[in-house]
């Protein structure tokens, strides 16, 4: 599906699209959609890789300033010494 879209460019860039289509041998519209394409990849990977580094922090045992295997630590320590 294609949808009609007026854009205004000034003329340098006009100038250099005319080029890289030129250099490429496609149209203007292909030569932009490929680009936007190109430069939207980029932006997911971007998204996804931050997601990524959220989620491996999650995965330390740690909360904010509170780490859940020191709190085990701690709670174990305490049963041994009050276990009588």
């Known amino acids: 599906m294609t949808i009609d879209k007026i854009f ?7 100038k250099q699209l005319e080029e890289i289509t030129k250099f490429k041998g496609k149209t203007q519209t292909e030569t932009l959609q490929e680009l936007i394409e190109d430069e939207y990849k980029k932006i997911r990977v971007k998204k996804k890789l931050e997601a990524l580094d959220k989620l491996a922090g999650c995965l330390t045992g740690k909360i904010g300033d509170i780490d859940l295997k020191q709190i085990r630590i701690e709670r174990a320590i305490h049963r041994v010494k009050y276990k009588d």
């Open 8 to 14: 205004l460019f000034n003329k340098e860039t006009i």
